[in-house]
């Protein structure tokens, strides 16, 4: 009886399906990334047509990467 319960939980999967971050898109990002890495997420996300929250997820969880801009101030002397 335990190993059909185990097996029950294991085939069903509970939650939301993975829509936008799947490893096709994570594939697509990364690929854009190596292209073009000063391109911005929101036009990314517009070329791929989905959400920019989605693509900023996939840089930082799916592909471990870290999202900076540079900051422009007074070189101090």
Request: with cysteine; hydrophobic share 30%; glycine share 2%.
């Amino acid at each position: 009886m335990v190993d059909r319960v185990l097996q029950c939980y294991r085939e069903t999967r509970s939650g939301r399906l993975r829509s936008a971050r799947t490893l096709r898109m994570t594939k697509r990002v990364r690929d854009q990334i190596r292209h073009n890495a000063e391109r911005p997420k929101t036009e990314m996300a517009r070329s791929l047509e989905i959400c920019e929250e989605f693509v900023r997820s996939i840089v930082k969880k799916d592909l471990k990467m870290k999202s900076y801009m540079h900051s422009h101030g007074q070189e101090l002397t």
